[in-house]
Structure formats: C-alpha cells, structure tokens
C-alpha cells in the first residue's frame, strides 16, 4: 500500500518533469505557439494531469519561467558599466530555458512583456541613480536597451556577426559607447549652441533688411492660391 510520503514524492517527480518539459517548449514555441498537449507529450504524462497539477496554461507558464533575482546594479558609475560588459558572457552563451522562455514569450504574451519590462525598469532605476548628466534615467535606459538588443540579436536572432565572437571582444567595442552615454555630452551641447546661433543671425537679419529670413525645414502659410511654397 502505498505511504503518503510516496505519493507526494511521486507527486513532485511528475512536477518536476511538467515544469522542465514546459521550460523547453515555451523556449522553442514562445507562449502563444505553446500547447499543454505538447508539454505533456514530452513529460511523458497526460494533459489532465498537467491541469490538475497547474490549473491553467499560464499558471505553468509563471512557474515554469521563475528567474532568480539578477543581483543589483550598485556602485561608481564606471564599475556599473564595467558590471553590464561583464554580464556579455552570459547574454551570449547558453542561457537557462526558464530565461530563453521568458524572452521568446515576451514579444507575444502581454504578461510575459509586463515581467520583463519590471525587472528592466528596475536597473534602469538602478543604474539612472549613478548618472549624474542630464536625462540620466534615458541615457541608462539606453544602456539598458542596448545589451537587450545583444541578447536578442544572438538567442532568438542568431545574427550571424555575433556567432563567432568572443564576450571580450564586444565588451571592447561596446564600452566607448556605454561610456559615452554616462557622460555629459559636448556634441548636444554644441548643437544646441549652432541653433540659437542660427535663430539670433535670422533674427537679426531680419531687422536689418525687413525680410523674413526662411530656417532649413520651415514652411510658409500658402493660402490656397497660386503656387505652393514647397513648389517653389
């Protein structure tokens, strides 16, 4: 006759092999694409089971794709980014199926996005407290988004430039330009200096010779008649 202990143990046997059935096959199929049937198959258990176990497709899904917390991103600036071209080697080796899952999920399934976005608004906070040029939480969002796309255009893309390339080596291209976003930017700054140059000379041209001075871009009011000013 068989003891409680060895029905719970059999019990959590057969959760176990849902669970990593489940792992591989949101991985490969993405949520939408996923089916209880196909995850039951491959744990070699029927699909009532899994429902009775479960319940629902998207309550295996939230277990089956639990992430361990990604520690937080806390220090000097130039450590944090020092901390992001370190994480490179794990955002192009192999991953663990609960994360590939999550991310081929995540461009489809609205909760699997919402799970995502939070963890990565979270180092965007994170690492915008140790920006201290303006627009910090854009420039660290950009960071942010920028070794999302390494992620992406290797795990799900395969691009075929970044197969064969060493972690070291895009952490040494890519870290002028995290760096770059960290720091003020002269080039802005200069930018915004040409404009109001340009604005002060129109200006005073104007003054000078009672004409309208037309700035790159600009349209004229065309009433309806005659030619239109873009014609011109």
Known sequence: M???TSRAERRRRS??????????VFAERGFERATIRAIASMAGVDPALVMQYFGSKQELFDQAVRIPAIPPLDGALD???????????????????????????MLTHPEAAAGVRARLD???????????????????????STMLGVTIAHQ?????A???????RIAAIARPALMAL??????????NSGAKRDANAGAASEASTGAPVRTPGATDHWDGHGEHPTDL
């Open 15 to 24: 959760e176990e092999r849902i669970l990593a059935a489940a792992r591989t």
């Open 79 to 105: 450590e944090l980014v020092e901390e992001l071209l370190a994480r490179i080697g794990m955002k192009i080796g192999p991953i663990p199926q609960a994360s590939l899952a999550m991310m081929r999920s």
């Open 162 to 168: 970044l197969r064969e390339v060493s972690p070291a």
């Open 182 to 191: 960290t720091h003020p930017d002269a080039s802005l700054d200069n930018t």
């Open 156 to 160: 799900l893309l395969d691009l075929t």
């Open 2 to 4: 068989d003891t409680p």
């Open 122 to 144: 979270e180092q965007v906070e994170q690492l915008g407290r140790a920006i201290s040029a303006q627009d910090p939480e854009l420039r660290a969002a950009l960071m942010i």
